[in-house]
């Protein structure tokens, strides 16, 4: 079964399986609260639904939407 990352309709979905879980809730970057979900790229507490919808909203193009989502998408390989 294929974890990509991939855009749909309704907007982005993230491959976050290599996400990690904080021991304590930390206020989301995006300010949506205190999260125990950690980005798999950037370590920053985070609700994946905030990351998804960002992308989402300020995506110029579908050259800049594959952009982010590649940027904020783990790499393959074991952690």
Not at 9 to 19: H, Q, S
Not at 22 to 36: K, M, N, Y
Not at 37 to 51: G, I, L
């Amino acid at each position: 079964m294929s974890h990509a990352t991939s855009s749909v309709p309704a907007g982005v979905v993230l491959d976050w399986t290599r996400g990690r879980i904080s021991p304590q809730p930390e206020p989301c970057v995006f300010g949506d609260g205190p999260a125990l979900c950690r980005s798999p790229v950037r370590n920053a507490p985070c609700h994946k639904r905030c990351a998804e919808a960002w992308i989402t909203a300020h995506a110029r193009d579908a050259d800049h939407l594959a952009a982010l989502i590649r940027d904020h998408t783990p790499r393959g390989g074991a952690r």
